[in-house]
């Protein structure tokens, strides 16, 4: 089923919404991220950081769909 989110009076896809989420969670992890020596020596840094969108995602949608069903529309 596909789901959606109440906010201020607009329903919108739950997906819209944990994309933007982990859009904004891999903005802010960028800097912390980039210091580590790691960052250059194992992966390209965009690969690496759509993987941290994909895992974010994937992470927001789950606890999304576990523990916030009471904003879901009917």
């Known amino acids: 089923m596909i789901e959606e989110i109440h906010i201020l009076g607009v329903y919108m896809p739950a997906a819209l919404v944990w994309a933007v989420l982990a859009v904004v969670l ?36 789950a606890l999304g769909d576990a523990f916030l069903t009471s904003f879901l529309a009917p």
Not at 31 to 38: E, F, H, I, K, T
């Open 26 to 61: 891999v903005y802010l992890m960028r800097m912390p991220v980039q210091r580590l020596p790691l960052y250059r020596l194992l992966w390209p840094p965009s690969l690496l950081e759509f993987a941290l969108f994909i895992l974010f995602w994937w992470a927001l949608s």
